[in-house]
């Protein structure tokens, strides 16, 4: 396992100091390493777990140390955390957790750390996860919450308001739990390119519970798939292939259709509405602001027949032409506050002075969608995050009618219009769907 923990700490190591993102960076790491099945699992946890769970883990240590564990060197904070995570969530055993520890600081810091973090380790392990919480976020209040399910502080009032504001008041430890447990591997059957039922069979999935494209994973190399390697299948959330689905589902399809996804990159739901376009005759424009993000869309809908999709490189806040489009999908840059169990370091990174600039973008986009939007044509408005300010306070700003999304929700998945919450949007969360906390309105531009 010493491989493992060595490849897990160089994936903590450089996302936490070089800026680098985790889902990209450890799948080469465990390529490079040769590592699979078990090890990569184990490798996975760790480098995933220490990430999530720094704000806690910090708290730990400090304590342990008698100071700030933001002052020390990053090499021997890294790896402590990786000692904490082993000791306090893997159920590894004390005496291994505190000696890889160890050694990892020794061989990185010297003899002098590492005598260091042997001292810290010890006192790590001298008590369970439960006798810590008692020590570092005793109570009930928003802090002790933040710090035992570490979360920032001000992310927790963010999901709290949003909660509330659905009817969810009291839900939020559950969302921080479900923000913290690994987000399963579901693939979608781009409709037209693969059948649900073949991919399943190919794959050894089962179907999802919502989206009639979604097929959950038991694990494994979902890159390794026929199917996804032709981009008939890709990997994407279930919560992510309904909001896209809806815009579709929401009025029949009219031949000649024109459709575009305004915010593209990287692509997944662009490929879900191509194919779903082919199936119309329809078509869509893919619009993507940088060029590298374009490729990937190319890439993405590259199975979708040709015709169908037209990718092009352009700011969504000025790009097309007035009413030239039929149905508008506008997934909008935000926070990303409802993916957080995918991108293990996105929570750390976010700050509150983040949100003023994405709230203009998309007030900016939103209000060129709806130029852009025919007289009787369709806009999806989709966030991954469930802020307020960055959902329905974005909508109400709309000069656009707001239809009941739950209307077009419920025909996707085949359930009643009342389960998907009080509306006229819908607001998907983590705990209760399985899926990321993905935000819709869908918004009608009123017939000339």
Not at 18 to 24: I, Q, R, S, V
Not at 188 to 200: H, K, Q, S, T, Y
Not at 311 to 332: F, S
Not at 369 to 374: F, I, K, P, S, W
Request: net charge negative; with cysteine.
């Amino acid at each position: 396992m010493s491989t493992a923990r060595d490849v897990a700490y160089d994936c903590v190591m450089a996302v936490s100091t070089e800026g680098a993102y985790a889902n990209l960076l450890l799948p080469s790491l465990l390529e490079k390493a040769g590592l699979h099945g078990r090890d990569a699992g184990f490798t996975t946890e760790l480098a995933y777990g220490a990430l999530r769970m720094r704000g806690l883990y910090d708290a730990i240590i400090g304590k342990a140390a008698g100071r700030d564990a933001r002052d020390l060197d990053a090499e021997v904070r890294v790896a402590l955390w990786l000692g904490t995570h082993q000791a306090l969530a893997m159920r590894v055993p004390a005496h291994a957790a505190v000696n890889e520890t160890v050694d990892q600081v020794r061989r990185e810091r010297g003899v002098g750390a590492s005598k260091f973090a042997n001292a810290i380790m010890r006192r790590v392990t001298e008590r369970d996860a439960e006798a810590w919480f008692a020590i570092v976020a005793p109570g009930d209040s928003r802090g002790a919450i933040a710090t035992r399910h570490s979360h920032p502080a001000w992310v927790v009032a963010e999901l709290e308001r949003a909660l509330a504001e659905d009817g969810r008041a009291g839900e939020v430890v559950p969302l921080l739990e479900s923000d913290n447990s690994p987000a399963r591997v579901t693939l979608v059957a781009r409709p037209g390119l693969i059948d649900r039922e073949a991919l399943i069979q190919q794959a050894g999935g089962e179907a999802g519970e919502y989206s009639p494209y979604a097929v959950v994973l038991p694990g494994g190399r979902p890159g390794d798939l026929e199917s996804v390697a032709e981009a008939t299948a890709a990997v994407q959330d279930e919560g992510s292939q309904v909001v896209a689905a809806a815009l579709v589902a929401a009025q029949p399809v009219e031949p000649g259709e024109r459709w575009l996804d305004l915010c593209s990159g990287p692509g997944g739901k662009a490929a879900l509405l191509g194919a779903l376009a082919a199936d119309g005759a329809a078509t869509l424009d893919a619009v993507e602001l940088h060029p590298h993000r374009a490729d990937l869309v190319r890439r993405s809908t590259r199975a979708v027949p040709e015709g169908v999709v037209t990718v092009h490189t352009g700011d969504g806040t000025t790009w097309g032409e007035d009413g030239a489009y039929d149905r508008i999908v506008l997934d909008a840059p935000c926070s990303g506050l409802g993916a957080l169990r995918r991108r293990p370091e996105s929570r750390w990174r976010r700050q509150p002075e983040d949100l003023p600039h994405l709230i203009e973008l998309q007030r900016a986009l939103l209000a060129n969608a709806e130029r852009l939007l025919a007289p009787g044509g369709l806009l999806a408005y989709i966030t991954c995050s469930p802020v307020v300010a960055e959902t329905r306070e974005i909508v109400a700003g709309s000069s656009l009618r707001q239809l009941d999304a739950r209307e077009a929700v419920a025909a996707v998945t085949g359930t009643a219009a009342r389960l998907w919450g009080p509306g006229p949007h819908v607001q998907l969360w983590t705990h209760v769907h399985g899926t990321d906390a993905m935000f819709l309105a869908l918004l009608e531009k009123p017939a000339a």
